[in-house]
Structures are given as structure tokens and as C-alpha cells.
């Protein structure tokens, strides 16, 4: 893995490139990390995943902690089109597996998985790591909800740390290790645990114990406690921001790779992504069940709508597809409509990628997230004067 940042902007936004050998190109960061199910994305099948933007859907998150067999039956049924893919390996997924801060120990760390909740130890994952192959893969964390005490915040990252230590020493040469960091709501504790991080021999990091309750004026003194004291040369990855506001906040303080289930969430939920890419003319919507980013595509308003989901949008599902046959396919409970509606989702929220990183390369990055931001704060506040009438 080689990585180098290319381009700065408003103090710490920055754009760099990310080499892995798996990957049939460099990838530009900021970068959204596709999240997977068992290895594959969650409605696409393999034969569409061409008509995603290429190489920016070539790096996949495989989290869950699954059964080692499970995960290598896949890879070897599927070798072929995992060879022009990369993955990172997250203990934590949001969608699935989910912290359990009250069950975790100093054994290791507790989740909430489908099967139950499941104790995994820093022994069992490398393990798990060893089978999978990843192409980086981020140690054992304790994450913990922004509502715990300081001493608890202090033990977590005291495990953490631990962990980390057990997770390098038993490091099977699978790939890039990221090291995690931790801390909740507390500034001391990130710090502390960013600090230890920092003196480790890592190839990158992974923030995580953000998306558990922090607010978003609480996250920034978070973020910036943390990218302060890590190396500049080497990559960031955070686990838990999905909104684009939340993105855009990632970006400013020096986050290079997001792993995200807002689009997962987005598509089960019926909704497509309608928000320019660009952050431009971000004016009140006429469509009903949009919120100025999304439209729900479940409401009876589109059952006759035969325009495509975004006007001059590249993806499969806007040049084949209507919202008029979407809305068909959800309300009969159809599989697919949600392939569909991710593809559409992936592919405009790459875009918004790309225009970050061209707003950071020209120099513009905080003029673009202002006029970002502000286009939906504008929308909000009307909605809310419209609802008070």
C-alpha cells in the first residue's frame, strides 16, 4: 500500500492518492468506502457492478465478524472478481454488527451480531484477519457511546491500546494494519489514544467511536483532537459519518476515507439521492417526500412519473429506468427496486466525492462546503416557517 497527499486546502481538507495492489488504478481520497455484505454490496450482483464509477468502486468495506469459513468459501467461489477488487477489514458494522460497549471486556471486545451477541478476542481476530486476506485491515477497538463516564472512556482506550499491541504482535502479514483510536466524547482521552497510535509502526488509522450519539457541534473538537497528532503521510479512515454534512465535516479535519451505511439505510428505505453533486442551485424542491437531498421513491406521486430519478445522470438506473417503474417496484416488494436505487445512490454519491476532491484540489474547499451547508440549512428553515403557517 502507498499513499500520498497531493493537495491541501482550508488548513487541514486534503486530497491524496491510494495505491493497493488488488485495485486496477490509484484511488483519489477523500474516498467513500463501500460497504458490503459478506464481501458483495448489499443489492448489487456482480455482473452490474461495471456500471459503477470506475476505480472508485474498487475498494469495498468487509466488516461483520463472521465464521472464517463463511468468508473463505466466498472468496474462493468468487476469486475472479475479487482480483480487481480491494477490501478493508472493520470490526465494526453498522448496519449488522454493532458495539456492545456494556458486554465488552478485558478479554476483548463485545457485538451485536444477527446470530447474537458475540465476545471476539484479539487472538480470534487475527484469526479471522488471517482467513479473510484483506487488503488493510484496522486493529480491535472498544468503542463506546458519547453517554459513558470518563472512567470508562480511560478503560477503553486503555484496551484498546492493549489490543493493539496483541493485534501487531500477531500480525499474519495479510496487508496494511491501521491502527484504531478511540476516546468518546472526551478530547483527553482521544488524544491520548491518538498519541499511542502515533508511535506505533502503522500504515494508516482508524478513528472509530464516532456515530454514537455525539452531536454535530460536539464532533469537531473530537476530530481535530485526533488528525492534530497523526502523521501527515499516512491515511485516515473514520467509521460512522454518512450525511454529506457530516462528510464535508470529515474533510475539513483531514479524513481521508469514509466507510459509510448511509447509502444501505437510504436504499432500504425507498429513497434516492437528488441533491446536486456539486453543492449548486440547492433551491426549494417541488417534489413530494424530498427533503432537498432525497426523494422518497415509495410516494403515490411518482406512480405516473416518467422522468428518470436526476436529469442527465449517468448511471444504469437513470438511462434505463423511470421513478414511475421504481415506485412500481417497491410497492409490489420487488428485489429490484433496491439494486436499482443503490446504483443510482453509489454512483451520484461518488460524484459528490469527486467534487470534494475538486473543490479541495482548486483550492475552494470551504467556500464549497459553506454553499453546501447553507443550501440545506435554507431548506430546512423554510420547511420549518412552511410547517408554523
Request: hydrophobic share 35%; net charge neutral.
Amino acid at each position: 500500500m502507498k499513499f500520498a497527499v497531493k493537495a491541501w486546502s482550508s488548513g487541514k481538507a486534503r486530497a491524496g492518492v491510494l495505491q493497493l495492489g488488488s485495485c486496477p488504478g490509484p484511488i483519489e481520497t477523500p474516498f467513500l468506502l463501500l460497504s458490503t455484505r459478506k464481501g458483495l454490496p448489499h443489492f448489487i450482483p456482480p455482473d452490474l457492478l461495471y456500471s459503477l464509477p470506475s476505480p472508485d468502486s474498487h475498494l469495498f468495506h468487509l466488516g461483520r465478524p463472521l465464521t472464517t469459513n463463511n468468508i473463505k468459501d466466498r472468496r474462493l467461489a468468487s476469486d475472479a472478481w475479487f482480483a480487481e477488487h480491494g477490501f478493508v477489514c472493520i470490526p465494526r458494522d453498522s448496519i449488522q454488527c454493532l458495539p456492545e460497549c456494556n458486554s465488552s471486556n478485558k478479554f476483548g471486545a463485545s457485538f451485536e451480531t444477527p446470530c447474537g451477541r458475540r465476545l471476539i478476542k484479539p487472538v480470534e481476530y487475527v484469526e479471522l484477519i488471517s482467513s479473510l486476506r484483506p487488503d488493510i485491515w484496522t486493529t480491535l477497538a472498544d468503542e463506546v457511546p458519547t453517554w459513558v463516564s470518563e472512567k470508562r472512556n480511560k478503560t477503553s482506550v486503555d484496551r484498546t491500546i492493549r489490543w493493539l499491541d496483541e493485534c501487531i504482535a500477531l500480525n499474519p502479514a495479510g496487508g496494511p494494519v491501521f491502527g484504531s483510536i478511540v476516546g468518546g466524547c472526551s478530547v483527553k482521552q482521544r488524544e491520548r489514544c491518538a498519541q499511542e497510535a502515533a508511535r506505533r509502526n502503522l500504515s494508516g488509522y482508524w478513528i472509530g467511536g464516532f456515530g454514537l450519539g455525539e452531536s454535530m457541534d460536539e464532533r469537531p473538537a473530537l476530530l481535530n483532537a485526533v488528525t492534530d497528532i497523526l502523521q501527515e503521510e499516512k491515511p485516515r479512515l473514520i467509521t460512522g459519518l454518512g450525511l454529506p454534512e457530516e462528510i464535508l465535516q470529515g474533510v475539513a479535519a483531514g479524513i481521508d476515507v469514509f466507510d459509510s451505511t448511509y447509502l444501505c439505510h437510504l436504499t432500504l428505505g425507498g429513497f434516492a439521492l437528488t441533491f446536486p453533486p456539486d453543492g449548486v442551485e440547492m433551491n426549494a424542491s417541488d417534489n413530494i417526500g424530498s427533503d432537498q437531498t432525497k426523494i422518497n421513491l415509495r410516494a403515490t406521486v411518482y406512480r405516473k412519473d416518467m422522468t428518470p430519478i436526476v436529469e442527465n445522470c449517468n448511471c444504469y438506473t437513470c438511462k434505463n429506468h423511470t421513478k414511475a417503474y421504481i415506485n412500481h417496484l417497491l410497492n409490489v416488494h420487488e428485489m429490484l427496486a433496491q439494486t436499482l436505487l443503490e446504483i443510482h445512490n453509489t454512483h451520484h454519491y461518488i460524484g459528490f466525492f469527486r467534487s470534494v476532491r475538486e473543490a479541495i484540489k482548486s483550492g475552494n474547499f470551504e467556500q464549497f462546503r459553506q454553499k453546501f451547508v447553507e443550501g440545506r440549512c435554507y431548506h430546512v428553515a423554510a420547511e420549518a416557517a412552511a410547517a408554523c403557517m
